[in-house]
């Protein structure tokens, strides 16, 4: 399980932008968004500096957590 730290999320279109944008990556990856600490949390075998570059492109910065 990977954690991001992600800034700008703060609806329900938000956390379906980000999900869809890592799915769309990896079918298989099992996503989920905390709005209230804005944190994503991946388990994928996508590698987390992909996974990051995928959430800017939605247009949030995000940042490994921890």
């Not at 944190?39 to 957590?65: F, K, M």
Request: proline fraction near 2%; aromatic fraction near 4%; hydrophobic fraction near 40%.
């Amino acid at each position: 399980m990977q954690v991001f730290n992600v800034q700008g999320m703060t609806c329900g279109h938000c956390v379906r932008a980000v999900t869809d944008a890592i799915k769309g990556e990896d079918p298989a990856a099992e996503v989920q968004v905390d709005l209230s600490k804005g944190e994503v949390r991946v388990q994928s075998q996508l590698a987390a500096e992909h996974i990051i570059g995928l959430i800017v492109e939605e247009g949030y910065s995000a940042d490994v957590a921890g």
